[in-house]
């Protein structure tokens, strides 16, 4: 029989040449400030809802007025690229660990330890104090609870004939935890790339991104999501979808999401303020709230697993950035 493998490329390319071509933005517009004291602009990676939440808080506590463009993390960095000869934003907000390590090497971002940096979680962050991670998801397996009555499956058993095209996972070209994921398995795990092989030979589907992916299994279209960003699948179910989620015991990435001060940040004084209030217990009271974990492990959680149930991979993020281009190379040219 013929192994197939469907796959949509959704190109950050096209993102850098229609942000460059472009002003506005279906999320808001974040126009250049004269470097006002009382305005700072943020680029964020979302969650949008978070975001939303986030800003108007500090905006109310502050005084200072958030100018915010709110996208993927693909889509973030293609806008600083295009507004590279005239920087914007103040703040930048990623949900890739590796892409910020990127924008630390390219000498684009300025050291800051916020005044709650004691109460953060080291490992997700900078110990340079160049970016402050401040929340993270879980890459787990999410299933659809119609189709599947319960599963603990580890990575390696999605490459068996039970699940013949019935598993996808989102396409790590749209989806910057999707690479953080590859990078994870198959920098960590011996065999990883072979999973990731029995995986394409058990006719994988690769669409979309992470909201898509997840889509696709809510529906029924496929039984099981890999890579699924837990915080979507844990929102889902709350809401009364068909869906679950779980971590294989042989462990998982954990993707941090972090925030930073750009090099060329117009008001310096008020990014700070808005680092330290991303920080704050208020700020990390909302990241809970929104299903992610939060940097600081004191905060209670409700609705999805702690950090600690969790079995996790060791992954070293310092140096990923171009460690990722390999990887997302190879995977590409595997699915092909």
């Known amino acids: 029989m013929k192994k197939t493998v469907s796959i949509v490329i959704a190109g950050l390319v096209t993102s850098a040449l229609f942000l460059s071509a472009c002003s506005s933005d279906s999320n808001g ?14 680029y964020t990676a979302g969650p949008k809802g978070l975001a939303d939440e986030v800003t108007a808080k500090f905006e109310e506590e502050t005084g200072i007025k958030v100018e915010m463009f709110q996208g993927t993390t693909g889509k973030v960095l293609s806008r600083l690229e295009a507004e590279a000869n005239n920087p914007v934003a103040d703040v930048v907000v990623l949900a890739s660990v590796p892409s910020m390590e990127g924008l630390k090497a390219d000498d684009q971002l300025q050291p800051y330890e916020s005044e709650n940096d004691a109460s ?16 993270a998801s879980v890459l787990g397996v999410a299933y659809n609870t119609d189709n599947v009555s319960e599963l603990d499956a580890d990575w390696k058993e999605f490459g068996d004939k039970e699940w013949k095209n019935r598993v996808t996972m989102p396409d790590p070209t749209a989806s910057g935890s999707a690479v953080d994921f590859l990078y994870g398995l198959t920098t960590t795990e011996e065999d990883g790339w072979d999973t990731i092989e029995s995986w394409k030979d058990n006719d994988l589907l690769v669409a979309g991104a992470n909201k898509a992916a997840l889509e696709s299994v809510i529906t029924g ?25 779980y971590y ?39 990241v809970a709230d929104a299903y992610l974990l939060p940097s600081n492990a004191d905060i209670p959680l409700e609705n999805r697993a702690k950090l600690s149930d969790i079995p996790t991979i060791p992954v070293t993020w310092n140096g990923a950035d171009k460690k990722q281009e390999d990887t997302l190379k190879e995977f590409t040219e595997l699915v092909q």
Not at 126 to 135: C, K, N, R
Not at 233 to 243: L, R
């Open 29 to 42: 517009q974040a126009s250049s400030s004269e470097g006002s004291n009382d305005t700072i602009t943020v």
């Open 120 to 135: 953060m979680n080291k490992d997700w962050s900078d110990p340079e104090h160049y970016y402050s991670a401040y929340s």
């Open 248 to 286: 294989p015991e042989s462990g998982t990435v954990v993707s941090p999401r972090a925030a930073a001060i750009l090099k060329d940040a117009q008001n310096k004084e008020g990014a700070e303020e808005f680092i330290d209030f991303l920080t704050s217990d208020e700020a990390q009271e909302l």
């Open 221 to 245: 279209s496929k039984d099981v999501v890999v890579s699924a960003v837990d915080y979507m699948a844990y929102k889902a179910k709350d809401k009364g979808e068909p869906i679950d989620i």
